[in-house]
């Protein structure tokens, strides 16, 4: 063991809680969470959200946090020989690049919207949005992704502000547990929840009438919470329900086991564990729900919401709320922007060290590098996976590592390590390990839980997100004429959701939506074909970039159907940036599962002299 790796420890508890919670506490918290329950019931989401956080949530944090410090006393501070101490089956070390995998991919989307709360925090003090209307917020956002476009004046402003982000996560990782990620969390987390608070209370005490609301604050929170109890049957709001735990808790990333490597063999892990749970469940369900819901309704109403929500919790934060800030004048504009987007910052930044964490212990443990240099290799690892991201993020590509690296990695990580946990370590050294020292006496019956009901919800899980029917209507299950869901891990291999236009490379596009031509639209310096279709009384648009060479196809008014001709010209389709984003993660996986097995082969020649 390097001297860096011993003198690696917690400064205190509260740190470590901390640090854990700021793990934890991230952007899902504050822009996934209200999206999720009003898509999935209201008030009744909380109900498989609560039921997951007991069944799945609670138990994972324990095996999590229990094999974390099991590892730690036999000097690994990553996945893959956590687990292979766990059981020697050659096997369980590849499944713990899992927990090496899944951090990179994440750290390099997630990095890049960090960088989107620094500008949106020079852009709210510098005033930048004050007299735009919320099209023009919204078209802000825009502008901001193409990074050919700049809004400060700044060349490539997107890719410096990520560079940014980046240096100051391989900075702060530089320092070191105590040093460096402790004292961040020991600011940033305080700060997260006094802004968390500050909104909260600010939105849900809006009025109607006064500044330009047309509701009063608490109408959102009535919104948010009605239950619609129907959604219970609906298995997808189960599996909502079960990734937004997975989501916001970070298990199934190797994060917490790398963490809880660090701390002392006879120290409590089970209180510990809870209680960075249960914080990252008060600022999930008290200020995740309440600030954007009470302010979005309180002043644009519950039906402008409504079609809002489908763009997400990154169109409701970025594109709506520096236009709502306005409301409240200058001042208060500035203080709103300042405390939302610092809160967004905290969360994403703290979760993202977590995420450096694995890879730097990984590197001090079996290859004897420096913190700095670690430090160092995870920059240039996540500026790499990460650039495609802020380059093609309109193909793509930040989709596509969502899903794989921060859903689908996450499902198979926690499935195979509970089953190894109970089945292989097995469950009375398992549950011996979880109670060791502990201050917080488990109740018995997770005893049963992590052993049966927790593997076999991951099980199923798994397989019905493998394998889903066509818009995850479980009636249809058959297997005669079965169709899968295009969100299913079949259904995203094969791209059934490309669509007409399934080729690398073409000389015509084909319209993917059906509508009227609307003419040629110019936005952020670049032309656009507009399809518009009339649902009752609102019109909904879709626009497909166009280059000025290119030959359109199609006359003005016209019908077009989804796979006409729309225009001609050298058309490099979303479908190849998606498949080389894909060839990118196999690789990267591949690349550590080698590095992995050439540190396998380094502890076993140094066992025999």
Same mark, same amino acid.
């Given at each position: 063991?390097s ?13 470590l809680?901390?640090?854990?919670a700021g793990n ?12 999720q329950?009003?898509?999935n ?5 909380i109900i498989?959200y609560l039921?997951?956080?007991l ?6 944090l324990l ?10 006393v036999?000097g690994h501070h ?9 059981d020697k ?7 713990g690049v899992?927990?090496?995998f899944s951090n ?6 997630y ?7 620094l500008?949106?925090?020079?852009h709210?003090?510098a005033?930048?949005?004050?007299g735009m ?5 919204s078209?802000?956002f825009?502008?901001?992704?193409d990074?050919?476009?700049s809004t400060?004046g700044?060349p490539y402003e997107?890719v ?5 982000c980046?240096?100051l996560n391989?900075?702060?990782l530089s320092r070191?547990?105590s040093?460096?990620?402790e004292k961040?969390?020991?600011?940033g %987390?305080?700060? &997260?929840?006094?802004?968390g608070? @500050?909104?909260?209370v600010?939105g *849900?005490? /809006?009025?109607?009438g ?5 509701n009063?604050?608490?109408v ?6 009605t ?9 997808k709001?189960?599996?909502a ?7 916001t808790l ?7 086991q790398?963490?809880a490597s660090y701390v ?8 510990n564990?809870m209680s ?5 469940e008060f600022?999930?369900i008290?200020?995740g729900g309440t600030?954007i ?6 002043y644009l109403g519950?039906?402008?919401?409504s ?7 990154l169109g409701?934060g970025f594109?709506?709320m520096?236009f ?6 200058s001042i %208060?504009?500035? &203080?709103?922007?300042l405390?939302? @987007?610092g809160l967004l910052?905290? *969360?994403? /930044?703290?979760?993202?060290?977590a995420?450096?964490?694995?890879i730097?212990g990984f590197?001090?443990?079996?290859y ?6 670690a430090a160092s290799?995870?920059?240039?690892l996540?500026l790499?996976?990460?650039l495609?991201t802020?380059?093609f993020f309109?193909k793509g ?5 969502d899903y794989?690296g921060?859903?689908?990695?996450l ?9 190894l946990f ?8 398992g549950?011996r390990e979880?109670?060791h020292?502990?201050d917080?006496?488990?109740?018995s019956?997770?005893r049963f839980?992590?052993k049966?009901?927790?593997p076999?919800l ?12 066509k818009d995850?209507?479980?009636s249809k ?5 079965w169709?899968l869901d295009?969100e299913?891990i079949i259904?995203?291999i094969?791209?059934?959701e490309?669509?007409p236009?399934n080729?690398?490379f073409?000389n015509?596009?084909?319209s993917e939506s059906e509508g009227?031509?609307a003419?040629i639209?110019?936005k ?6 507009v399809i ?11 626009s497909?970039p ?10 003005a008014d016209?019908?077009?159907?989804v ?5 001609r010209g050298?058309v490099?389709?979303n479908?190849?940036y ?5 060839l ?13 097995y050439i540190?396998?082969?380094?502890h ?5 002299k």
């Amino acid at each position: 063991m390097s001297k860096a790796v011993q003198s690696e420890s917690w400064g205190s508890r509260i740190g470590l809680i901390l640090a854990m919670a700021g793990n934890a506490v991230g952007f899902g918290n504050f822009l996934r969470f209200p999206v999720q329950a009003i898509n999935n019931g209201g008030g009744a989401f909380i109900i498989p959200y609560l039921v997951s956080f007991l069944l799945l949530g609670i138990p994972l944090l324990l095996i999590e946090w229990s094999t974390g410090r099991f590892g730690g006393v036999f000097g690994h501070h990553s996945t893959p020989f956590i687990l292979n101490e766990m059981d020697k089956k050659r096997i369980w070390k590849y499944v713990g690049v899992f927990g090496i995998f899944s951090n990179l991919v994440i750290a390099a989307y997630y990095c890049y919207i960090e960088s989107w709360t620094l500008s949106y925090i020079w852009h709210s003090v510098a005033g930048t949005f004050k007299g735009m209307s919320q099209l023009e917020a919204s078209s802000f956002f825009d502008s901001y992704l193409d990074v050919s476009h700049s809004t400060t004046g700044i060349p490539y402003e997107a890719v410096v502000f990520y560079i940014l982000c980046l240096a100051l996560n391989v900075w702060i990782l530089s320092r070191g547990l105590s040093g460096g990620i402790e004292k961040a969390a020991k600011i940033g %987390m305080p700060l &997260l929840i006094v802004f968390g608070i @500050f909104l909260a209370v600010k939105g *849900a005490t /809006i009025k109607a009438g006064v500044n330009n609301a047309i509701n009063d604050g608490v109408v959102g929170l009535s919104y948010l919470w009605t239950p619609n109890y129907a959604s219970l049957t609906d298995p997808k709001v189960w599996f909502a329900a079960a990734g937004q735990i997975f989501f916001t808790l970070s298990v199934g990333m190797g994060t917490i086991q790398c963490y809880a490597s660090y701390v002392k063999k006879d120290e409590d892990i089970a209180l510990n564990a809870m209680s960075a749970g249960f914080m990252n469940e008060f600022v999930e369900i008290v200020l995740g729900g309440t600030i954007i819901t009470s302010i979005a309704i309180g002043y644009l109403g519950i039906d402008k919401v409504s079609e809002l929500v489908k763009m997400g919790g990154l169109g409701l934060g970025f594109r709506t709320m520096p236009f709502l800030f306005q409301q409240w004048g200058s001042i %208060m504009a500035i &203080l709103a922007g300042l405390a939302f @987007f610092g809160l967004l910052f905290f *969360a994403g /930044i703290t979760s993202s060290l977590a995420m450096g964490t694995p890879i730097m212990g990984f590197f001090e443990d079996e290859y004897r590098w420096s913190r700095q240099k670690a430090a160092s290799a995870f920059g240039i690892l996540i500026l790499i996976l990460g650039l495609p991201t802020v380059l093609f993020f309109q193909k793509g590509v930040f989709d596509e590592y969502d899903y794989w690296g921060g859903t689908v990695s996450l499902f198979t990580f926690a499935m195979l390590e509970t089953i190894l946990f109970s089945w292989f370590f097995g469950i009375k050294k398992g549950w011996r390990e979880i109670n060791h020292a502990g201050d917080l006496k488990i109740p018995s019956i997770y005893r049963f839980i992590i052993k049966y009901i927790t593997p076999i919800l991951l099980i199923i899980i798994f397989l019905g997100a493998f394998i889903s029917p066509k818009d995850n209507d479980w009636s249809k299950l058959s297997f005669s004429g079965w169709e899968l869901d295009k969100e299913s891990i079949i259904g995203k291999i094969t791209h059934k959701e490309t669509g007409p236009n399934n080729s690398y490379f073409s000389n015509t596009f084909y319209s993917e939506s059906e509508g009227t031509y609307a003419g040629i639209t110019h936005k952020n310096g670049n032309d656009y074909i507009v399809i518009s279709k009339k649902e009752g009384s609102k019109t909904n648009e879709k626009s497909y970039p166009i280059n000025k060479k290119d030959k359109v196809l199609v006359v003005a008014d016209s019908t077009v159907q989804v796979g006409d001709p729309l225009y001609r010209g050298c058309v490099i389709n979303n479908v190849f940036y998606i498949d080389m984003s894909r060839l990118l993660l196999i690789l990267t996986f591949l690349t550590f599962s080698i590095l992995v097995y050439i540190a396998s082969k380094k502890h076993k020649k140094s066992l025999k002299k």
